[in-house]
């Protein structure tokens, strides 16, 4: 007989298995919706005449944002390539009829097919329609968009050699500037050092030098007869303040005197002239 307690365990297993079952099951359905197995997707098939640069699983690009992608390629008993494409049924209105596929050559590593919408229909291209892919020579194709890109740079460069050799402003006539200024330099420098080596200019110095030498004793003379005469000056100076005093100590005895007695009587003022009427 079985245990209660083990029934109740046994359920509960199966209880979680069954929520782990249904969860993966709902993880996988959401996984297969991503993929868009469950859209209305548009599939379309294309021929090529060879494989180079195709396989299963490569994108289809339009502006730069994928839109679908090759789902199965096969090799025909004659000899062709037929390929199937997938666009996402959110991308469906750009499958209109007219529209071309071909391979990028923007990319220097791996390519993608691009989608080429044709904007002069808003005619849809049915289910199981057959497109034609142009093969094109990638490595060529990358080579000219190269090739274009550095054309432009080439001939600035090549405008800039010119300008840069041009006999009357570029390089050469600088060059020549510059050898004419050496030139005139050095027969400058030749000049002056012809002259130096000339025994008059010797002769000339000497008697420069001499006469500066003099003229510094005449100066240090002259200063020093300049402090001399200062000081002369200087000692007159107080010689006749010393004078200048005397004879204002003198007055001032005089006329001490002269109010005096004895001064008024042997020295009288003198009387004030008299108008004539």
């Known amino acids: 007989m079985t245990h209660p307690s083990s029934k109740h365990a046994l359920r509960q297993v199966l209880l979680i298995s069954a929520i782990a079952l249904a969860l ?88 993608n097919l691009v989608w080429k919408k044709n904007e002069t229909t808003t005619a849809l291209l049915a289910n199981d329609a057959t497109l034609d892919l142009d093969h094109q020579d990638l490595a060529h194709a990358l080579e000219q968009k190269i090739m274009d890109k550095l054309d432009p740079a080439i001939g600035r460069i090549m405008a800039m050699s010119t300008e840069v050799m041009d006999p009357n402003k ?69 010689t006749l303040d010393s004078v200048h005093g005397l004879v204002h100590h003198s007055n001032e005895t005089l006329e001490d005197f002269r109010r005096g007695t004895l001064g008024r009587w042997i020295a009288p003022p003198r009387k004030a002239a008299s108008n004539p009427q």
């Open 170 to 238: 570029g390089l050469p006539a600088t060059l020549q500037h510059i050898n004419a200024t050496l030139v005139s330099t050095e027969k400058l420098l030749n000049g002056l050092n012809a002259r130096a080596q000339d025994p008059r200019v010797d002769h000339l110095l000497t008697h420069l030098d001499e006469a500066s030498a003099s003229v510094v004793k005449s100066a240090e003379l002259t200063e020093k007869n300049m402090a001399q005469t200062k000081l002369v000056l200087e000692s007159t100076k107080q």
């Open 24 to 111: 993966l099951f709902g993880f996988g359905i959401w996984l297969v919706k991503k993929q868009g197995v469950f859209d209305n997707n548009l599939s379309l098939r294309f021929t090529a005449n060879t494989g180079e640069h195709l396989n299963t699983g490569m994108k289809l690009m339009f502006q730069g944002f994928p839109i679908g992608h090759v789902s199965a390629l096969e090799l025909r008993a004659d000899g062709q390539i037929e390929g199937r494409l997938m666009i996402r049924e959110k991308y469906r209105g750009l499958a209109t009829q007219g529209s071309q596929i071909e391979l990028s050559a923007n990319q220097l590593v791996g390519t």
